[in-house]
């Protein structure tokens, strides 16, 4: 299998893992899941340097999930990557599990920031981009944000802070599937043209389809895209990709499949009853 077909396979068992474990959490935001599970299976299987055996490594490449409320795409790739064993994602959401409705730095191996509140994460990111200038460490920060959450002003004040202080070692990407929680985000407040607000803010970009492994990898093969500013990526995506009835649909924001809709994502997803209870 050559290596893109390998990474197709791995995105295609992480939206099995993702739909399990939100299956048996009973609820979860899944469409929004599903939209970055192709950058996360690139981003963890080519790029970041992880050591699922030192999560805590100080040397390691951070990775910061500014969408937090698709905390089950990011406990499945670090499950995936081998950070912890995949039977804890049976108890996402559960009392006493430590996989809560947001990701929680403090009680999960691999996770770098609590994020849920939008508009927080990306900020703190940049703030330990910073740190790593300043004490000369060779890490790099990325972080994934939502469309919808780049209406938040915080994400403006942080980027301005990034470009003013070159923080090469910072790169962003956005989940544009132009989806918010209620609506389209053309209905609610636009963002075209999306590239040209970040250039204007010191950011070098590139828009990508953010479901290309190849056009993912050539994007992060690129950065820094100028030395000595931070880069963008702008990945076109589908919210709900993989589950036919969910992709693009506003309603799927915050949704559990009835029993109908169970039978047609399992085929979409190419899973049976059994391999559903087992993780
Ligand atoms: C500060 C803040 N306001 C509101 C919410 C509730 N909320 C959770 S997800 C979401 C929509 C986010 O849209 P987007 O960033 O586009 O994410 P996606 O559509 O990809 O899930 C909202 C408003 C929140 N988590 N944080």
């Excluded at 992480?14 to 299976?41: M, N, P, Q």
């Excluded at 089950?72 to 996989?99: D, H, N, P």
């Excluded at 985000?185 to 290309?212: M, Q, V």
């Amino acid at each position: 299998m050559d290596e893109t077909r390998e990474l197709e396979a791995k995105s295609k068992e992480l939206r099995k893992i993702i739909f399990k474990a939100i299956y048996h959490a009973g609820g979860g935001h899944l469409a929004s899941s599903l939209s970055i599970a192709d950058l996360l299976v690139v981003l963890y299987f080519k790029f970041l340097k992880v050591d699922p055996e030192r999560p805590g490594w100080d040397s390691r490449d951070r990775f910061i999930l500014s969408k937090g409320h698709a905390c089950a795409a990011l406990y499945a790739i670090l499950a995936q990557k081998g950070f912890f064993k995949r039977e804890l994602l049976l108890s996402m959401c559960r009392k006493g599990s430590v996989l809560g409705g947001h990701p929680d730095m403090l009680k999960i191996p691999g996770v770098d920031a609590s994020t849920g509140s939008l508009g927080h994460g990306f900020p703190y990111g940049v703030g330990i981009a910073f740190s790593g200038k300043l004490n000369e460490r060779d890490y790099k920060v990325y972080s994934i944000l939502g469309d919808g959450e780049c209406q938040e002003g915080s994400i403006w004040e942080a980027a301005i802070f990034a470009a003013q202080h070159g923080l090469d070692n910072m790169i962003a990407i956005v989940d544009y599937n132009k989806l918010q929680a209620m609506d389209f985000i053309e209905n609610i407040g636009s963002l075209d043209p999306l590239s040209e607000k970040w250039s204007a803010f010191g950011w070098k970009t590139t828009e990508i389809d953010g479901h290309n492994m190849e056009e993912i990898e050539t994007a992060l093969n690129k950065i820094p895209f100028k030395k000595g500013s931070p880069s963008l990526i702008i990945a076109h995506t589908t919210k709900g990709k993989g589950i036919s009835f969910a992709e693009n649909a506003p309603i799927w924001h915050y949704r559990m499949p009835d029993e109908r809709e169970l039978k047609v994502a399992l085929k979409d997803l190419g899973m049976t009853e059994e391999e559903l209870i087992r993780i």
